[in-house]
């Protein structure tokens, strides 16, 4: 009797111990918050991210989830809508942060509200993974909690001077939200570049970004005679200056910086209107420039979600499995400093769609920046069509980022 309760007692013990284990093993949640614009003129950029997110977290999920020891982690994403305000997205983290219990924060397009988090970000147990967000000086700061998937806007402003240069131009009048400061950044490398190839900027004209008549700035520009159009802005306003520009007929080529998807622009611009229009920006998403990964991206979005993704919107697909691999390499989900450290440490995720630069074989440089290559892409018969690569040295725009200070 003895012995068999001795071996009931091992019986049990085992039971025991394997119940614990289960119970070990047992799936555990992941917090991953979104702050990102959801309403407003910023939505154009801030919903295919938060999208986009949602999407990788739930092929992350049907995948198994991340396995770390016995323990599985299932992503759950929490997004709050910050408007592109700053203040707004300062209350969000805040909630994502200190109510929500999330460690990861993705999403973030617009400067000015990423750029009030980033000045507090540092202070937090938490790791920050900025997207389309373009102000060089977010990764600047020497935060080693912070990265970013997009390239600074300079870096894509000084390769669209020179494309622009090369195609014969010699006066270029601009027009854009241009008391916004990377747009204004992004004109002041394109002047930079086009002086040198010959150019003159022969007027800088401003309109807010909620403005929609931009006819009196054009009707100005038209009486300057230039020879080129350069439209530097959000989407909306952006395709009202392209369909203004027609009625108002001026007949000079457009170029852009505005990433903004075809169905986008359609809402306000016809096709007719928007021909022969150039976008001058990192080499995002569009069919003809992406690899497999990129149309499989596009099929699953648009199945999900019943749109097709905008341009920038890998930025945020890839911020997730960039995090994912992170967590693996640090092999913890409670340590956000070691997976910060790891984000640093990281080759491209395979699943990126975007076709990242790596520095040193790194997705991210030391500062925690990310780098694509350039694209010239152009409106023929109602789609924008990749037609070239611009000249762009990340190796050297990594160094030129690391000596700023601030």
């Known amino acids: 009797m003895k012995r068999r309760s001795t071996i009931g007692a091992g019986l049990a013990a085992a039971v025991l111990a394997a119940s614990t ?7 555990k949640d992941l917090v991953v918050g979104v702050s990102d614009a959801l309403t407003g003129p910023a939505a154009v950029y801030g919903v ?16 198994g989830g991340i396995r770390l020891g016995e323990d599985t982690y299932k992503i759950t994403v929490l997004s709050y809508d910050d408007k592109a305000n700053p203040t707004e997205a300062s209350n969000s983290v805040r909630k994502l942060i200190d109510r929500d219990g999330a460690r990861f924060l993705l999403g973030f397009c617009c400067s000015g509200a990423t750029g009030a988090v980033a000045s507090f970000i540092q202070n937090e147990d938490a790791v920050m993974l900025v997207g389309n967000a373009a102000e060089r000086s977010i990764t600047t700061r020497g935060i080693d909690n912070l990265v970013r998937t997009r390239p600074p806007a300079d870096y894509t402003g000084a390769a669209a001077g020179t494309f ?23 004109v002041d490398a394109f002047e930079r570049e086009f002086v040198k190839g010959g150019g003159e900027i022969v007027t800088r004209e401003a309109f807010g970004l909620k403005d929609r008549d931009m006819s009196p700035q054009l009707t100005k520009i038209r009486a300057l005679e230039p020879d080129a159009l350069l439209v530097v802005g959000y989407v909306e306003p ?13 007949d000079v080529p457009r ?3 505005t990433s903004g998807s075809e169905e986008q622009f359609l809402r306000v611009a ?32 648009t199945a999900r979600f019943g749109v097709q993704p905008s341009p920038s919107s890998p930025y945020a697909y890839d911020q997730l ?3 994912r691999d992170a967590i693996l390499k640090a092999g913890t989900v409670e340590d956000a400093a070691a997976v910060a450290k790891a984000l640093r440490d990281l080759p491209v995720p395979k699943e990126a769609v975007m076709q990242y630069i790596p520095i040193d074989g790194r997705m991210f440089d030391g500062n925690g920046q990310a780098y694509t290559t350039n694209g010239a892409f152009q409106w023929q018969d109602g789609a924008w069509v990749f037609v070239q690569e611009l000249p762009s040295v990340a190796e050297d725009y990594s160094r030129f980022l690391s000596s700023i200070d601030g």
Do not use: C
């Not at 090369?166 to 992004?186: D, Q």
């Not at 229009?277 to 497999?292: F, H, I, K, Y």
């Open 321 to 323: 499995y960039a995090l």
């Open 255 to 257: 170029y852009g910086f």
């Open 164 to 186: 622009v240069a090369s195609k014969g131009h010699k006066r270029v009048a601009v027009i854009g939200a241009l008391e916004t400061s990377f747009y204004a950044m992004y």
């Open 270 to 301: 016809s096709s007719e209107q928007m021909e022969g229009v150039w976008d001058l920006r990192p080499t995002e998403l569009t069919l003809q420039s992406t690899g497999e990964t990129g149309r499989a991206y596009h099929e699953n979005f």
């Open 21 to 27: 284990s289960l119970a070990s093993a047992a799936e």
């Open 48 to 63: 295919p991210q938060a999208r986009a997110v949602e999407l990788a977290a739930e092929e992350v999920n049907a995948a």
């Open 238 to 250: 952006a395709a009202f200056v392209y369909r203004q520009s027609v009625e108002l007929g001026l």
